[in-house]
């Protein structure tokens, strides 16, 4: 069974860096041709696709992030991770990794179980 | 960017009631549907993909339907293990868009 844990700091100073970590288990990232996607979700609010990467390295940003957010994978370690700078308290939010089904865009099929993430000083 | 828009974004329902939730997509777009089910706490759970393909191991009270601007989520008759929050995703083009949920609430 493919499950996929986030791992990061759950506090982070305004205007630093954000980074998270994504580790799948059950599978390998590489293996098969899907997309792995980072969604958020703020406080008492909906859900943000944040963006997806491929495991050859091949991106798609929300326009919104673009500007600020890094991905990367790390098929050695079965891993992928997001990289959030400039961060303000609007970016405060639990965050979810997640499987994209097939194709591209797609779906989600599998998510992590969510990490919070705060954002103060 | 496809917005898609969910209604109504609370429902008050009953144990056994048929419950339809909707969500509109502007532009238009296919069957590039999902919906998901998310309980307080929890990470979204995938219900329906393709408009109204059952995920594997999801009830067959649920159903979905629609195509290019209006969708629709049908529980046939609601269980107590279905109170919880709904929400559409397009994945017909990027960016990958949510509708802004459904709470479905006992009545």
């Known amino acids: 069974q493919l499950q996929l844990q986030e791992s990061g700091p759950g506090l982070v100073r305004p205007s630093e860096t954000l980074s998270l970590t994504c580790t799948v288990s059950?599978?390998?990232?590489?293996?098969?041709?899907?997309?792995w996607g980072w969604i958020r979700q703020p406080p008492g609010k909906g859900l943000e696709w944040i963006g997806s990467?491929?495991?050859?390295?091949?991106?798609h940003y929300n326009p919104s992030l673009k500007s600020r957010l890094t991905m990367s994978v790390d098929t050695s370690k079965n891993q992928f991770s997001l990289k959030l700078n400039s961060v303000t308290a609007a970016d405060t939010a639990v965050f979810y990794c997640?499987?994209?089904?097939?194709?591209?865009?797609?779906?989600?099929?599998?998510w992590g179980q969510g990490t919070q993430v705060t954002v103060s000083s | 960017d496809i917005q898609m828009t969910q209604s109504p974004s609370t429902l008050s329902a009953s144990v056994g009631d048929r419950v339809t939730i909707t969500c509109r997509a502007s532009p238009s777009m296919s069957r590039w549907l999902a919906w998901y089910q998310q309980k307080p706490g929890k990470a979204p759970k995938l219900l329906i993909y393709?408009?109204?393909s059952l995920e594997s191991g999801v009830p067959s009270r649920f159903s979905g339907s629609g195509s290019e601007t209006d969708f629709t989520l049908t529980i046939s008759s609601l269980q107590p293990d279905d109170f919880a929050t709904y929400y559409c995703?397009?994945?017909?083009?990027?960016?990958?868009?949510f509708g802004g949920g459904t709470k479905v609430e006992i009545k």
């Open positions: 059950g599978g390998s990232i590489s293996s098969s041709d899907y997309y």
């Open positions: 393709k408009a109204s």
């Open positions: 997640a499987r994209a089904a097939g194709g591209s865009p797609s779906y989600f099929d599998y």
């Open positions: 995703q397009q994945y017909n083009s990027y960016p990958i868009t």
């Open positions: 990467i491929y495991s050859g390295g091949s991106t």
